[in-house]
């Protein structure tokens, strides 16, 4: 069980060419929590397909709701970029507070298989639980997401290049427009993929039946902090009853 949880990151990479891990360079936390997920899959920062990519930190909001949002935009935007000049086929994004479901080791092997079997064009580690559309379930591992069904949070995703090639020029224009633009404007990176989607029904959209992968508790960089995240001395604490709530949670099952 256990060699097959640390192989499960080679096989991770035989379906994609690359894994760009998303991180701030003010977040060592976060890139280090990061690093003990991928040893926990066998793989590492030194690793050539997986790229630590420096996250960015605009010094305004410009026409997004905070800064952090506008910076995680920008952030995704870059990987797009960075994808597609340096020729990949197919990548793996995660943001720095992606946490690896228990068995993910037990499960990624079949959820490669039968993605590989089939024209997939963007992957989910996860699936929301509410849709305008019921998705279809494939298999015990994967169901086919509408277009026209939104999906939250972007910590876990996987493309293919023709949909990078697509999804460029599309989320620098909803960037490029004020929020609440009836064309798609300045927005949270998950809806603008989701936009993106509803555009563009061509692409076929998969998902994780049951989660990859949940997003990790800690300090947000993305909405503006409480109160307690902008007291220092409050961090440690704050942090440990966050790793605790998250540690029950997963042993309920709930996470």
């Known amino acids: 069980m256990a060699d097959r949880a640390r192989d499960s990151g080679r096989v991770l990479l035989a379906l994609f060419d ?63 970029e960075d994808a597609l000049d340096t020729g990949c086929e197919t990548f793996l994004v995660l943001e720095d507070d992606a946490d690896l479901m ?60 023709a949909v990078a090639q697509q999804a460029l020029p599309y989320l620098r224009g909803i960037a490029d427009r004020p929020m609440g633009d009836p064309r798609g ?10 936009w993106f989607r509803a555009a563009h029904p061509e692409f076929r959209t998969f998902a994780a039946r049951y989660p990859l992968a949940r997003q990790r508790p800690s300090r ?16 440690p604490v704050i942090d440990l009853l966050r790793h605790l709530k998250h540690g029950v949670k997963r042993m309920l099952g709930r996470g």
């Not at 997986?50 to 990987?79: D, E, M, N, W």
């Not at 990624?108 to 580690?125: K, Q």
């Not at 404007?185 to 989701?194: I, P, Q």
């Open 220 to 235: 947000s960089d993305i909405r503006d902090l409480n109160w307690y995240d902008r007291q220092p001395l409050f961090q």
């Open 102 to 161: 228990p068995d993910f080791g037990q499960r990624i092997a079949a959820i490669v298989d039968n993605l590989a079997a089939r024209p997939w064009d963007m992957f989910y580690g996860w699936n929301t639980l509410t849709y305008t559309e019921k998705p279809v379930r494939l298999n015990a591992e994967i169901v086919e997401v509408a277009a026209s069904n939104a999906i939250k949070l972007q910590h876990f995703t996987g493309l293919r290049r």
């Open 185 to 194: 404007g300045a927005m949270h990176v998950d809806g603008a993929y989701s």
């Open 18 to 80: 690359r894994i760009y891990v998303i991180n701030l360079r003010s977040r060592p936390d976060r890139r280090d929590e990061m690093a003990a997920q991928l040893a926990k899959i066998g793989l590492s920062f030194d690793d050539p397909d997986v790229i630590l990519f420096p996250a960015s930190r605009p010094g305004s909001k410009g026409a997004f709701p905070t800064i952090g949002t506008r910076g995680c935009y920008q952030s995704h935007l870059a990987v797009l």
